[in-house]
């Protein structure tokens, strides 16, 4: 189990910069996967930007070029920097986790999403 809470969100002209952070109730070397998601309101959740516990990453299309993911692991913490912010970035962001794992029982591998409760980024024009 994993719970992760989101800080940094806040209000910016168009143009400006903010960066998010997640912070985990556990080592994040146990994570397989984190990742910032975004979502606007009547609109599906999307990816912005993942990380894997290989260093592996992936960004949306929208964020390439501008956001950066990285990782703290000494603090259990998961950071989205935002440059050159755009209106359309506008959204609630959120920090998810994924873990992976085996049962000890059943030996079947199973995976569990983990979310926090999301910190508004606003852009202004």
């Known amino acids: 189990q994993v719970q992760l809470v989101e800080s940094g969100g806040g209000l910016v002209q168009a143009g400006g910069s903010l960066r998010l952070s997640c912070a985990a109730s556990?080592?994040?070397?146990?994570?397989?996967?984190l990742g910032w998601y975004r979502q606007v309101p009547g609109k599906q959740r999307e990816l912005v930007a993942g990380?894997?516990?290989?260093?592996?990453?992936n960004y949306a299309d929208s964020a390439k070029g501008r956001f950066t993911i990285s990782r703290d692991n000494a603090k259990n913490t998961v950071y989205l920097q935002m440059n050159s912010l755009k209106p359309e970035d506008t959204a609630v962001y959120y920090c998810?986790?994924?873990?992976?794992?085996?049962?000890?029982?059943?030996?079947?591998?199973?995976?569990?999403?983990?979310w926090g409760q999301g910190t508004q980024v606003t852009v202004s024009s």
């Open positions: 998810n986790a994924k873990t992976r794992g085996v049962n000890s029982i059943t030996r079947r591998a199973y995976e569990n999403d983990y």
């Open positions: 556990r080592s994040i070397f146990s994570i397989n996967a």
């Open positions: 990380s894997t516990s290989d260093g592996a990453t």
